[in-house]
């Protein structure tokens, strides 16, 4: 018989990455985003992130170190349970805690909505009015486009800002973990002592609770914390959570990859790099590398070493890091 208690046992997170192996097509499958990603510019990407190959590769690179998964959090302190389970059961438990668990799904990646600005009536004879007023619809059940319309001073009837909507829908149907007036920390001036504290994934978590998918501030603060990570090399502090390839997936857009490669060679994550490479490819089939990759058919580091050739910015750097992997795969081999 084996008792299921405290996960840091060694033979429990080794029955766990055993189970994590065989459920990783299963993960890949249900989707690691809700929509595609959208540039600085507005525009879509040609390839969308819910393509199933993209899917597979960032979460492939996002890494399940289960460990860092399941650790701890902060919650009431109640007396731990503890079963005993034959092995089989164990593993069955292993792999029903895995497959409900969402940690590592990644969040929604939407185009920033457009504002709304549509003035339904303008009444003169109500003009001079104290107060402005808000008329909410009330009705249980959320619809996508829930009428809220404000009367100004001045008369003027119209469709309410999103501001104004996220306001009121809060009010009437609040959500766990939101609030109606954004806390100050989300604003610029704040974000940088957050980031000095290396909590990014606390305040990338706050921000999903707090705004929604398609709000300037939520792609904002997402942005903001994907470049001090890209600037500080801390890529590490994401990998092994829900946003690792919300990162990877924003970096290749905007061709900021280097910094993120040299720190997956410099982790013997080899894989991980060439598939940092391919989606680079799948994003940017114009590239010089892309096309030279296609025709003859690179693969590993062989594939690495003619995209740094050809589209990093970094190529000293990450040749040192190749060398380095290479001495050390040579030594492991000789011995």
């Not at 389970?85 to 792999?95: C, I």
């Not at 808000?134 to 009837?157: A, H, K, W």
């Not at 705004?211 to 942005?223: A, L, Q």
């Amino acid at each position: 018989m084996a008792a299921l208690g405290a996960w840091g046992s060694a033979a429990v997170t080794a029955r766990l990455s055993r189970v994590a192996r065989a459920l990783w097509g299963w993960r890949a499958r249900r989707g690691l985003g809700q929509d595609a990603g959208a540039a600085d510019d507005g525009k879509l990407p040609s390839l969308p992130l819910m393509d199933e190959t993209v899917q597979n590769l960032l979460y492939k690179m996002t890494g399940l170190n289960l460990q860092k998964v399941f650790r701890p959090v902060k919650k009431e302190l109640k007396p731990p349970k503890y079963k005993l389970m034959t092995e089989a059961q164990l593993e069955e438990a292993t792999r029903k805690a895995i497959e409900e668990e969402e940690k590592l799904i990644m969040p929604p990646v939407l185009k920033e909505r457009e504002p709304i600005d549509d003035v339904l009536a303008e009444d003169k004879f109500l003009e001079g009015t104290e107060n402005k007023y808000v008329f909410t619809d009330l009705t249980y059940s959320i619809p996508p486009e829930r009428f809220i319309v404000v009367r100004e001073p001045n008369g003027v009837l119209r469709k309410a800002t999103w501001e104004e909507r996220d306001r009121m829908i809060q009010i009437f149907f609040p959500k766990e973990g939101r609030r109606v007036i954004p806390p100050v920390v989300f604003k610029d001036e704040h974000l940088g002592t957050v980031f000095r504290q290396d909590r990014h994934e606390d305040i990338l978590n706050m921000c999903i609770a707090q705004f929604e998918p398609d709000s300037p501030d939520y792609i904002r603060v997402h942005h903001r914390t994907y470049d001090d990570i890209e600037k500080h090399a801390k890529y590490d502090l994401l990998r092994s959570t829900r946003h690792f390839g919300g990162m990877v997936w924003y970096l290749v857009n905007r061709k900021k990859t280097d910094g993120l490669l040299i720190d997956m060679i410099q982790r013997d994550l080899l894989d991980d790099a060439t598939s940092l490479i391919t989606l680079y490819h799948m994003l940017h089939p114009e590239c010089q590398s892309a096309k030279e990759a296609k025709e003859r058919k690179l693969q590993g580091v062989d594939l690495i070493k003619v995209f740094v050739k050809t589209e990093s910015q970094k190529e000293g750097y990450i040749q040192l890091a190749l060398q380095a992997y290479e001495e050390a795969m040579a030594t492991s081999t000789a011995s």
